[in-house]
């Protein structure tokens, strides 16, 4: 840096150095960007620029003015060696561009640079210019316009206290040297004017980003609020007010405490406060309690600059956010990033609000699903198979446990237990349920023509086999093979058979190809394959092979738990198919139905519900009569098996009263037959005769008889209690 200069003294330039060097003019430009980066003051940038003007480029004076935003008159904001009184004229006089005549309003009017060799004699300079600096009576004065595309934002001024030519080249070079440092200076003035709003915006987008980065309703988002708030508008306090329509419940956040209360002591807080007024006119409301004539004190003592933000969400909750600071005002810009701010906060809430009820709802459907599939396990088990009691449900879980394996499975039971549904919930639980589920009952096809039917055969392999034919094992590959009624399969092919199972190919009849097959077995049996193998009927290694894991289905006489648990679904299967509206049974139906023997097992009991639905025209609920009459023949039959032993008592040593021991015993079981078809009668007693095939007077008159005889024996045993006594 050159020392200060003295105005009024001489500077004599080496004759070698030109005024207006273009590489000093380029390096000017260079340090001048660099330190823009730094982003200073505007100010500072301008002191910096006419520095280089000055003490690099070589001129002894210089001044920048700038455009003020009324775009009336041009303002000094920057001087370079100016004497202090010039200074002082300098920044209290703002030049008029309606008033004042001077060089740097003709620059800011014609947009064109203006350039001085004498200023001691040229006539551009006028009285004002004389009136503002003395530099006007001597050397060279040079005015470039600061120009931010078509629009001129100020002046640059310097002088040179010789007089000197300036050729057309240098001008050249000098305006677009200042056409360079317009842009810098534009760009400076852009940026500090929105330095505060590019703050705001800052907060404003990590506010929205922490709010939105959680969909958990608490006081995260009441806490980003506040905290942001604070930030954006420089304000001292912060006040959060919420009121569930809903409850008529409110909450007030003060920034440090919570009050949580009914609506009434919410309003008696906020009712005299700009608070009730911007939730009334859903509007932001602006006061400052000193200036305005307001009867009521801020809601912050000593704090009364005050605004108050909507804050509704939805139809839920009603509210505002409220700010406060003790000297100040809200600046447009900052009212609109508030605003900004709180509606990206409602939609927080809306979206928490959302999710919590979505988790709610997930977590409550979950809770049914469980359910539901316990029920299914208990109920359906899979695929239709209904059951509830312990048997049937380990039953589903070792199917959940073998399906998704390749091992062969042998599922045995009474005939209408259901093992073809069996082996299709094998196959729908396993990974090959999108291939061929092919099922072959081996008692319904000769064995002749069931190896063809299995393994197929080629043109010509006999005297039909006009074409090839691919067998069941080849077109079930990927999938699964049911073979029902395994017991019933030839010796003869039981061999062939057990070959395939042993290497994992066929080859069909008349063929001598290999075919690789891949397929999962599935075998059921009603007959008991074991006494088979020990009388021969079935060969060993093959048992040993089709049974790997057993499935034994359990009798429904031995589930007696899921007897009506299946009657009812056939009724509401059949319900739907017949459009009929029946309930259920009746409780002398349901003790029948829990007592028949079911011989046919689950199919049995589908047919019977099937004929009884079709039969019954009148009532909701079957009862006894409904029910077929060899259910109920079969069921006397069973009771009248029951063993008179338990009416008999043991023989002793001592021996018995033979006549006494079956006279008792003949009356015991004359009063159970006489109860028992009462019961069922429905203590109707000409039906209860019916059932025992007597008349009722026969009926009444053995009812009465017993009655009797129970009667005197129970007046016997009151007396020999007396005679104790």
């Given amino acids: 840096m050159n020392a200060e200069l003295d105005p009024c003294k001489p500077v004599e330039l080496a004759a070698s150095t030109p005024l207006l060097d273009k590489g000093k003019l380029l390096e000017s430009i260079f340090r001048i960007s660099v330190f823009m980066t730094k982003h200073a003051s505007v100010d500072q ?58 060089l740097a309003v003709k620059v800011m009017k014609s947009g064109q640079s203006l350039s001085i060799e004498d200023a001691s004699t040229d006539p551009r300079i006028t009285d004002t210019d004389r009136m503002l600096t003395n530099v006007y009576g001597q050397g060279s004065i040079f005015v470039a316009p600061l120009k931010a595309g078509e629009d001129v934002i100020g002046i640059l001024g310097a002088w040179w206290q010789n007089e000197t030519r300036f050729y057309p080249e240098q001008i050249s070079l000098f305006q677009a040297y200042a056409g360079q440092i ?118 912050f003592e000593g704090f009364p600059v005050e605004i108050a933000i909507p804050l509704n969400i939805k139809d839920k909750f009603s509210g505002a956010l409220y700010l406060a600071k003790k000297a100040g ?12 701010l709180v509606n990206n906060a409602v939609t927080a809430y809306d979206n928490a609000i959302m999710h919590s009820l979505l988790s709610l709802e997930a977590k409550k459907l979950k809770n049914e699903v469980e359910e539901l599939k316990k029920r299914e396990e208990m109920l359906l088990g899979f695929h239709n198979i209904l059951g509830q009691s312990e048997k049937m449900i380990n039953i589903f879980r070792m199917i959940e446990n073998i399906a998704a394996h390749n091992t062969n499975v042998l599922v045995q039971g009474e005939s209408g237990t259901g093992k073809e549904l069996i082996a299709r919930a094998i196959h ?20 002749t023509l069931l190896e063809s039917e299995l393994f197929g055969y080629e043109a010509g392999a006999f005297t039909d086999a006009r074409k090839r034919k691919i067998g069941l094992l080849e077109y079930a590959s990927g999938g699964t093979l049911l073979l029902d009624e395994i017991g019933d399969m030839n010796i003869h092919l039981q061999a062939k058979f057990l070959r395939m199972l042993e290497d994992g190919y066929i080859r069909r009849l008349g ?69 009929k509206n029946i309930k259920g049974f009746s409780r002398d139906a349901e003790s029948i139905l829990k007592s028949y023997a079911w011989p046919g ?29 060899e259910m109920k023949a079969d069921i006397d039959q069973a009771e009248a098996k029951t063993p008179v032993m338990q009416w008999m008592p ?76």
């Fill in 428 to 447: 729908r639980q396993s990974d090959r349920c999108g291939k061929h589920f092919v099922d072959v009952n081996c008692a319904a096809i000769p064995g």
């Fill in 601 to 629: 097992n689950v199919r049995e009991l589908k047919n019977i519900i099937e004929r009884v639905m079709i039969l019954k025209h009148s009532g909701h609920l079957i009862t006894q009569e409904n029910l077929p009459a």
């Fill in 182 to 299: 317009s842009i810098m200076i534009h760009n400076a003035r852009l940026f500090e004017a929105n330095a505060e709003k590019i703050r705001m915006l800052m907060i404003l987008q990590h506010a929205v980003s922490e709010m939105n980065s959680s969909y958990i309703l608490d006081n995260r988002i009441l806490d980003i609020l506040s905290r942001s708030a604070l930030e954006i508008s420089d304000a001292d306090k912060v006040a959060v007010y919420f009121l569930d329509m809903a409850k008529n419940r409110c909450f007030i956040y003060d920034g440090e405490k919570v009050f949580i209360g009914d609506q009434a002591g919410g309003d008696q807080r906020i009712r005299a406060s700009i608070i009730a007024r911007a939730i009334d006119e859903n509007t932001y409301v602006v006061r400052n309690a000193l200036q305005d004539a307001v009867p009521t004190a801020p809601l």
């Fill in 45 to 102: 940038f301008l002191k910096i620029i006419l520095d280089e003007v000055v003490e690099t480029i070589g001129f002894h004076r210089g001044i920048i003015r700038l455009l003020d935003e009324s775009k009336q008159c041009l303002i000094a904001k920057v001087v370079r060696n100016y004497t202090p009184e010039e200074a002082r004229k300098a920044f209290d006089v703002a030049l008029d561009m309606n008033l004042h005549d001077c």
């Fill in 650 to 725: 043991a023989v002793t040593s001592e021996g018995m009263d033979y006549e006494s021991v079956t006279g008792n015993m003949t009356r015991e079981i004359t009063k159970a037959i006489l109860q028992n078809a009462l019961d069922m009668a429905g203590h109707n007693k000409s039906k209860a005769a019916r059932l025992l095939n007597i008349s009722r007077y026969k009926f009444m008159r053995e009812l009465n008889k017993t009655n009797r005889v129970a009667g005197e024996q129970n007046k016997s045993v009151r007396m020999m209690h007396q005679q104790c006594k």
């Fill in 329 to 340: 005002g809200y600046l447009s810009d900052q009212i609109n990033i508030l605003d900004v």
């Fill in 511 to 579: 063929g001598t190809e290999n075919v690789p097959v891949d397929v999962r077995f599935i075998f059921s049996s009603n007959q008991d394959l074991t006494r088979m193998v020990a009388e021969g009927k079935f060969r060993e290694d093959l048992f040993y092979r089709v049974s790997v894991v057993p499935i034994v289905i359990p009798p429904l006489r031995d589930r007696a738990e899921d007897i009506m648990l299946l009657a009812q679904y056939y009724i509401d299967e059949f319900n739907r198919k017949f459009q």
